[in-house]
């Protein structure tokens, strides 16, 4: 599943996160007033950077693409865990929960290293 929706039109192209996204469903649940949720999802779609992504294409990069340290894997990793939670108290199994996860992004450019951490925690 991924993270954002390109929404091209004549004259412009905007993007917008994906509401239905795991990772973005768990933001909505851990935070109590929907609002202030939807607030945070929408001032994070007005600050993308569309200039100086489209300024030079070239030396641009996918930030999800790129190979992550220990760190980066443990913080992922538990957001994944935290991700398959809240998909399971919505009556998902935990292989479902879990198969849901690792086929989203950024999940599923490190689906290894996140099953490692999930099976050692």
Known sequence: MTF????PSVDAVKFRINRAHP????????????EIAEG???MFERMLP??????????????SSELLNSEEI?????????????LMAQGNSEEKATCIVLSSEPFIYNTDAIRRYLKNN
Do not use: C, M, Y
């Open 23 to 34: 990772v973005i469903q768990s933001l909505k649940q851990s935070i109590k007033d929907p």
């Open 4 to 7: 954002w929706h390109q929404l």
């Open 74 to 86: 443990g913080i992922i990793a538990e957001l994944a865990k935290r991700t398959i939670k809240v």
């Open 40 to 42: 945070f999802i929408k």
């Open 50 to 63: 569309l200039d100086a992504i489209l300024q030079d294409p070239k030396r641009t990069t996918n930030g």
